[in-house]
């Protein structure tokens, strides 16, 4: 299994946005849910936003509901999450991974995921 790999992330002031990007294998992506998740430092890794394969459903844990939006590129085997507003309290590494829906429980290992730091 060919773990997705993340990119986009940086260094933001408070309000700022970014937008991060996962691209996976086509044997991933084909025909699943994806999700994005997020470990802040001396946390446990989270759930942030899952979206159905074919892009018409979307999920997203309430404290990034109305800044975030997660979408996909089938044909690029890509997903992305839009973040805008972004907060101190966002700043985490980023993962992207197959999730089973609706419950977005990740399905496969992790990647190295993207670091994203929001300044106050």
């Known amino acids: 299994q060919v773990q997705p790999v993340e990119s986009g992330g940086g260094l933001v002031h408070a309000g700022e946005s970014l937008r991060l990007s996962c691209t996976a294998s086509r044997r991933t992506f084909s025909n699943s849910a994806m999700g994005w998740f997020r470990q802040a430092p001396g946390k446990e890794r989270e759930f942030v936003a899952a979206i159905f394969w074919s892009g018409g459903n979307v999920r997203y844990t309430d404290s990034v509901k109305g800044r975030f939006t997660i979408s996909r590129d089938n044909a690029k085997n890509t997903v992305y999450l839009q973040m805008n507003s972004l907060k101190p309290e966002d700043t985490a590494v980023y993962y992207c991974?197959?999730?089973?829906?609706?419950?977005?429980?990740?399905?496969?290992?992790w990647g190295q995921g993207t670091l994203v730091t929001v300044s106050s």
């Open positions: 991974n197959r999730v089973l829906w609706p419950t977005g429980h990740a399905l496969d290992a």
